[in-house]
């Protein structure tokens, strides 16, 4: 959506009977963000009905007059809890437009560099092992935190560049960061001595928003955190690329996985290019995650976004099939609630529709596996349907999300996805 074209802001200006000025002014913002291919916003109260968002809701956010994320954490996979932070709807509502109509521009994606595989459409994990099959050796590194250490003032540059107008910009990256709660012994955090992090303007100099001293950061579980964080990683990207264009590399980076592979090398020349790539990990102001990066030899087993790349085409890893098919086991062996009585879990539906969506997962990657899998799940839970039909009425009663359930029942048991896996 990247707006009505220049001559319908023409006609309304001058039907409006705007100053000369004035109008110049507006067009000269249009054929700015025209020509970079990117909707057309003049203003916070524009975005607002654009958006079919309250204006007043968005000053508030802009303000940061409270906190408009509900956070809770979620276990890690290697171990630790991730914080997600969930935008209150309002403030969802206009992120998913942000992230659909100007991060997802034409305008914004040819900004993207093309190292960076995660988010953006048409990317898939699949297509980011893919890059790496085959290879000999391999350089993994993870970026800590990656998220929490992109700051607003970042966001605001990538909207500028964008060439949004400059208070627009920043009310764009006020509703894209949220603010981290103060350290309860009252001291800076260690990020805080760097550039991003301070608040260069002095009080007395604020602008129609007031004094705000502590810089937002980019919250994990936005609409708008992904895309943003691919646009300010870019000169990242670039220095990275360069490193491994110097040792006949490959390079690409997933959210915060970076991988760079060689078809051929040495273990002193990839402890060479660690070395390099960890450095400019640091000069963007980012931190390498050590434990999660690692050099890898001819012989290990090779893992890129959860996909195992050392064969002529990538696979998913075994452990992966071997949980899918115990679950299969023990659900045509015991009975579904057994099985969940086992898992000690209370929430059968939402266990099946986490499974199915696993298998669906691995049919993207591996289609035999995936049709054979879903046919053993319909055979293993035939004696179960009255069981579902009862719960998914249950749930329908509640409210409790249940056109996603009568998804699953038609998934598992027929009608419009299942052809799609055969």
């Known amino acids: 959506m990247l707006g ?77 809890s991730r914080l997600i932070c969930a935008p209150h709807s309002n403030l969802r509502r206009v992120q998913s437009w942000i992230h659909k109509n100007i991060l997802c521009s034409p305008g914004a994606q040819a900004l993207l560099h093309p190292a960076a595989s995660a988010y953006k459409p048409e990317a898939s994990i699949l297509k980011n092992a893919n890059a790496h099959v085959g290879a000999a050796w391999m350089v993994k590194l993870d970026i800590k935190d990656f998220f929490e250490s992109i700051s607003e003032r970042q966001v605001y540059y990538a909207f500028r560049q964008l060439a949004y107008p400059a208070l627009l910009s920043f009310e764009l990256a006020r509703l894209c960061t949220r603010c981290i709660p103060p350290r309860r012994d009252g001291l800076p955090r260690a990020r805080e001595h760097l550039a991003r992090w301070v608040n260069w303007v002095e009080e007395r100099e604020a602008g129609p928003y007031g004094f705000e001293a502590q810089v937002g950061h980019l919250p994990q579980g936005a609409p708008t955190s992904a895309m943003l964080a691919n646009l300010v990683a870019r000169d990242l990207d670039v220095c990275i690329e360069a490193v491994a264009k110097e040792y006949g590399a490959t390079y690409t980076r997933y959210a915060d996985d970076m991988v760079l592979s060689f078809t051929e090398g040495s273990k002193e ?104 899998a879903m046919g053993e799940l319909r055979v293993a839970l035939a004696k179960n349907r009255e069981l579902l039909e009862v719960a998914i009425a249950f749930d329908a009663a509640g409210n409790t999300e249940p056109k996603r359930f009568h998804s699953l029942y038609r998934i598992i048991f027929g009608h419009t996805e299942v052809a799609r896996l055969e």
């Open 4 to 80: 009505p074209p220049l001559h319908s802001f023409e006609r309304q200006l001058a039907q409006r009977g705007y100053s000369a000025e004035y109008a110049a002014r507006v067009l000269e913002i249009a054929r700015a963000l025209h020509a970079k291919g990117v909707p057309t916003v003049f203003s916070l109260m524009h975005l607002a009905r654009l958006s079919r968002t309250r204006w007043s809701d968005l000053r508030d956010v802009v303000q940061r007059k409270r906190e408009f994320y509900s956070t809770f954490t979620i276990a890690k996979r290697s171990g630790g």
């Open 269 to 372: 020349t990839c402890a060479s290019a660690f070395v390099k790539v960890a450095a400019i990990v640091r000069r963007h102001g980012f931190r390498v995650n050590r434990r999660k990066s690692r050099v890898i030899g001819p012989g290990g087993r090779k893992v890129v976004t959860g996909l195992v790349v050392n064969d002529l085409k990538a696979r998913l890893p075994k452990l992966v099939k071997r949980e899918i098919e115990t679950a299969i086991y023990h659900i045509g062996k015991h009975g579904l609630l057994s099985h969940m009585e086992r898992r000690k879990s209370k929430r059968p539906l939402g266990y099946l529709n986490h499974l199915v969506g696993k298998i669906l997962y691995c049919h993207s990657i591996e289609p035999a596996f995936g049709s054979k």
